[in-house]
């Protein structure tokens, strides 16, 4: 009650000050033309806030440059619209409605709130978006919230993905690592011009979910971004993430993927060209999309990305920045459901030889199994629960630890039970706080804001509040939050913001240390030869990060 009549009291003291006072004088009309280090740029005014949609930080990668470390842009005369998003890079229809197949498409966001201006700059937060290195586009993610109640200047970023980005070849230079090399390129730009837009280039984060996250890893693993960022924000990609764990983000050997590129190379026609690099810049690049496999791999052994960067984490060989990293409660849950509306029934009498088609090491299904038993009907959850320990939550508790074994690092889990489904149709199974289930609590996805609880909007507030304080002062902690200790995961659920030390227990992070590496890939070669397990081909589903599902085999890397 006390609280109530503080607040009413509050209310009606603010409505008698607004009706006695003097009107305040007007504000001056926030600018929407800039100049920018290549030309100026009109973007357009909204309350509270700017966008500058479609900025180039890179030269067009067609042609001549396709398979070539990003260049800088060419200058402009005049002034560029920048109202409307760019081109996403090219990439098969999905999150992208009818995909895309431009390659003018190396392009940046920024939202700055009104307020911030080169006198006055704000923190800046970079975005790289997930989608498996072959979805995806920096202009789904509406920053306006983030950039508004953060008060910081958000940049999102597309980079080239599929074969475009991690094609990798012999007699191709810096290739395995192109998608990693634009998003330098892009952080470069924020370095040198960010300022006229109002954000503080001496204070940038660099943030990513799932293959993005993965990115701010490698980044953090690059010896060629050094100074590029100065914190690191990590949602779902685990640094340690491995190819034997298929869902998770991971890089290859360069060997690997150049064995890779040489069949993609046969595919399209180029393998037997005296001048396959040639022949590859000449191919369609829907020819290209439709030959590349379902998600891609970073390559290390490679001058941007010299080693894996699991064993950089786990060795202290990267970048000495505070990091907040996390994973969301059912991780797997996604895929799960995925599998199971597929045709594939996770029962008692069927979990066996679900696990066998994804452990088929000998012993290892049989540890899964006992570890995880099945129970009449909660096959989906037990089965997302795998994935998701195995894959996201111990793995980025080993992250997390190796990491704050040098710097500072916060560690969450989201853990929102009822967080607004990114898909449309009923799952098998309430899927809890799946991967990306973040996401709408940051942005608006797509520019469409998800249908959110009170409670779960003044989550959304903790969370922004949160994020952008740890990007202006590496401490997410405030007067107006709960406590968040580096020593502690913080569960982040509605109305309970609150610390929790059973997450590794609950999710059997000593059973998958001890379990010897799973031959996932090895299953991923019986279902693409149709061997499947036991008898038959597993289909499943993958939520992509705005809201459409594509099939794919699930053991596939």
Known sequence: MHRTLTTLACALTAVLVTAWSPAPPARPPVATTVHTRDGLVRGSAHDGYRIFEGIPYAAPPGGALRGAAPRRPAAWTGVRDATRPASACPQQAGEVPGGSTDEDCLHLNVTTPDGASPAHPRPVIVWLHGGGFTTGAGSSYDAHRMAVRGDVVVVTVNYRLGALGFLAHAGLPGSGTFGLADQQAALRWVRAGI???????????????????????????????????DRAIIESGPCTGSPDRPFAPSAVPLSTARDAGADLAAKVGCGSSRDALACLRRVPVSRLLAAQDTDQQPAYGTPLLPGDPAAAVADGRFHRVPVLIGNNHDEGNGWAAGIIQAGNPVTPATWPDVAAAFFPSPGQAEAVVREYPVHGADGGPVFGAVIGDADFACPTARTGGLLAARVPVYRYEFADE????????????????????????????????????????????????????????????????????????????????????????????????ALEPASWIVAGERARQGAGAPARRLRAGRPSRAGAWRGRAVATP
């Open 418 to 513: 009822h967080a607004p489904p990114l898909t449309p149709g009923t799952p098998p199974f309430p899927l809890g706080a799946p991967h990306a289930s973040e996401l709408p609590y940051l942005f608006d996805l797509g520019g469409r804001p998800r249908e959110l609880t009170a409670a779960q909007h003044r989550l959304a507030d903790t969370m922004i509040d949160y994020w952008s304080r740890f990007a202006r002062t590496a401490d997410p902690n405030g007067p107006s939050a709960p406590a968040w200790s580096r020593h502690t995961v913080l569960s982040l659920a509605p109305d309970h913001v609150v610390p929790t030390r059973t997450a590794e227990s609950r999710q059997h992070c000593a059973f998958w240390s």
């Open 195 to 229: 300022g006229a837009l109002g954000g503080d280039p001496h204070d940038v984060a660099l943030a990513g979910e799932s293959a993005g996250g993965y990115g701010v890893c490698a980044q953090l693993a690059s010896p060629a971004s050094a100074g590029l960022f």
